[in-house]
Nanobody, 117 residues
Framework: QVQLVESGGGLVQPGGSLRLSCAAS????????MGWYRQGPGKQRELVAR???????NYADSVKGRFTISRDNARRTVDLHMNSLKPEDTAVYYC???????????WGQGTQVTVSS
């Protein structure tokens, strides 16, 4: 069992930056692929960024070059650094732990990111 708690969301102006953090407890996260997903108003949840247990990363095309995902297994944290934020990045951002190669995993409760002037 893994419990995930996201933090760092908030209101930011277009072009600004935020760092989201996901704190895990209950289990060693080193065996999990960790990801950030988001769900905007009226939209389906989508993958934003993912980092495998072997630290391979992949990103949604819409955030490549602007967002960076990182993990610290010793501290049990996963961060998402978001730069050059756009209004279309507005969404609830969720942390996910996935036990590769299965679909089994855990979700956090989400943190709101609003990009607006």
């Amino acid at each position: 069992q893994v419990q995930l708690v996201e933090s760092g969301g908030g209101l930011v102006q277009p072009g600004g930056s935020l760092r989201l953090s996901c704190a895990a407890s209950g289990s060693d996260i080193s065996i999990y692929a960790m990801g950030w997903y988001r769900q905007g108003p009226g939209k389906q949840r989508e993958l934003v960024a993912r980092i495998s247990s072997g630290r391979y990363t992949n990103y949604a095309d819409s955030v490549k070059g602007r967002f960076t995902i990182s993990r610290d297994n010793a501290r049990r944290t996963v961060d998402l650094h978001m730069n050059s934020l756009k209004p279309e990045d507005t969404a609830v951002y969720y942390c996910n732990a996935n036990l590769e190669p299965t679909s089994f995993g855990f979700w956090g409760q989400g943190t709101q990111v609003t990009v607006s002037s």
